[in-house]
Structures are given as structure tokens and as C-alpha cells.
């Protein structure tokens, strides 16, 4: 595994489809092998990420947080590589990881890892980390706090709550990529 990024860049998306668009591009040069970690509080957009990544990967569509599931394969449609979704916030460590034996899976999918930096990097000589952070202090009375999934859209305390709604309000995400090893030598153009 190799410590310093071969390059960083940097991306500010506007709400949920300027990440998905994003991240559908970066899905449309992905290849089987390629590791992605994303890191990012919880609501930051990772699954969100990986939905755009599913699309310009040409995966079954249906990708959710795979919070209660570890893993999650999505099988391509056409020729390209499956997907393999994975969520390691419960995992504790490596030896947990190993567990889940995706390095079976590795040769022939994209694996998308949310939590997993510190966890998987030992998979691949080279890797891809993404780092989804909401814009300090971004809208009026939402001040940075570890909120849960279902919060994102959440009402103001003087309207009504709808849970699980699927309407989401729409801010400001700065997302960093960061290539590490010998498959990321070079930057991909996302723009
Ligand atoms: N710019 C943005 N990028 C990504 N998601 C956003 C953005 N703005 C608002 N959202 C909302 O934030 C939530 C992110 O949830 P999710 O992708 O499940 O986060 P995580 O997987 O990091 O916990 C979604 O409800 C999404 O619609
Ligand atoms: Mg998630």
C-alpha cells in the first residue's frame, strides 16, 4: 500500500445529481481491480457517490446504503466489470475484512468501499479515496453534526417531520479524490 497520493484534486458539487453526474464520469473509467474507498461522515453522500458510479459502470440499478448488509453486489448488464458495494462502518478490523473475502470478488468487479479507509487498503497496491464533506456551516440551522441517513431533508423544528421521505435538500458537497499506486498514476479527466 502506498502512502502518498500521486495526485489530489478537487470538486464541489451543488446537490445529489452534480455528485452523481461526477461520479457516473469517473464510473465510465473504472476497470476490474480498481478499489475505491469512500470516506465521509454519515449523510456526506457516499452512497450517493456509488448510485453514479453504478450508472457509468453499467450496473443493475437499485443501489442503496448497504448499512445493514456488508456487502452488495451489483452484476453489470453489458460486458463491463459488476460492482461490489461495500459498507464497513461496523467492521472493526482488517481481520474482519478478510472475513468477507472480497479479494475473491476483486479480479473481476469495482470495489466500492464506504468507512473503509484504514480497513481495505491492503487489497490492492493501488487505490482511489474519495472524501465527501459538507460545506461548514452550508445552510441556515444546519451546523455540522453526526446525523443519521434518514436526517438529510429532515423538517425545520416548526414544520412537520416526513422520515424516510425520499425528497432531499440539495447543498454544497467539496469532494477530494486522491490516487494512490501504480493504477492511478495519473489523474482522470472528470470534467
Ligand atoms: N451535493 C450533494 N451530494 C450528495 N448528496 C447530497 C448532496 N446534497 C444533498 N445530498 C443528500 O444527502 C444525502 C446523502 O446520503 P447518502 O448518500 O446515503 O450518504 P452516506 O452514504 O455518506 O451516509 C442524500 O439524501 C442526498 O440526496
Ligand atoms: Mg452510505
Same mark, same amino acid.
Given at each position: 500500500?502506498? +502512502?502518498?497520493p ?5 470538486? *464541489?458539487t451543488?446537490?445529489?445529481?452534480? =455528485?452523481q453526474?461526477?461520479?457516473? $464520469?469517473l464510473g ?6 480498481d478499489?475505491?474507498?469512500?470516506t ?9 457517490f =456509488?448510485?453514479g ?11 442503496? +446504503?448497504p448499512?445493514?448488509?456488508?456487502? *452488495?453486489?451489483?452484476?453489470n448488464?453489458?460486458t463491463?466489470p459488476d ?6 462502518? #461496523?467492521?472493526? +478490523? ?5 472475513d468477507?473475502?472480497?479479494?475473491a470478488?476483486?479480479?473481476r ?7 473503509? $479507509? ?8 493501488s $487505490?482511489?479515496?474519495?472524501t465527501?464533506? #459538507? ?6 440551522? =444546519?451546523? +455540522?453534526?453526526?446525523?443519521g ?13 416526513t422520515?424516510?421521505?425520499?425528497e432531499?435538500?440539495?447543498?454544497e458537497?467539496t469532494?477530494r ?5 501504480? *493504477?492511478?498514476?495519473?489523474a482522470?479527466?472528470?470534467?
Open positions: 500500500m502506498t +502512502s502518498a500521486a495526485w489530489e484534486a478537487e470538486f *464541489r451543488a446537490g445529489a445529481e452534480e =455528485t453526474a461526477l461520479a457516473e $464520469r465510465g473509467i473504472l476497470r476490474r481491480g478499489l475505491l474507498l469512500l465521509g461522515e454519515l449523510g456526506a453522500g457516499k452512497t450517493t =456509488t448510485q458510479l453504478g450508472a457509468g459502470l453499467g450496473v443493475r440499478p437499485g443501489i442503496i +446504503s448499512t445493514f448488509v456488508l456487502v *452488495r453486489e451489483h452484476p448488464l453489458g463491463g460492482l461490489i458495494h461495500v459498507d464497513a462502518y #461496523r467492521l472493526g +478490523s482488517e481481520g474482519e475484512i478478510d468477507i473475502d472480497l479479494e470478488s476483486m479480479d468487479a469495482v470495489t466500492v468501499v464506504e468507512w473503509g $479507509r484504514g480497513l481495505v487498503e491492503h487489497l490492492s497496491d $487505490r482511489l479515496e474519495i465527501l464533506i #459538507r460545506a461548514v456551516g452550508g445552510g441556515p440551522g =444546519t451546523p +455540522s453534526q453526526a446525523d441517513e434518514a436526517e438529510a431533508g429532515a423538517a425545520p423544528s416548526t414544520g412537520f417531520s422520515d424516510f421521505s425520499t432531499d435538500t440539495d447543498e458537497r469532494i479524490l486522491a490516487g494512490y499506486g501504480p *493504477r492511478w498514476q495519473q482522470p479527466d472528470l470534467r
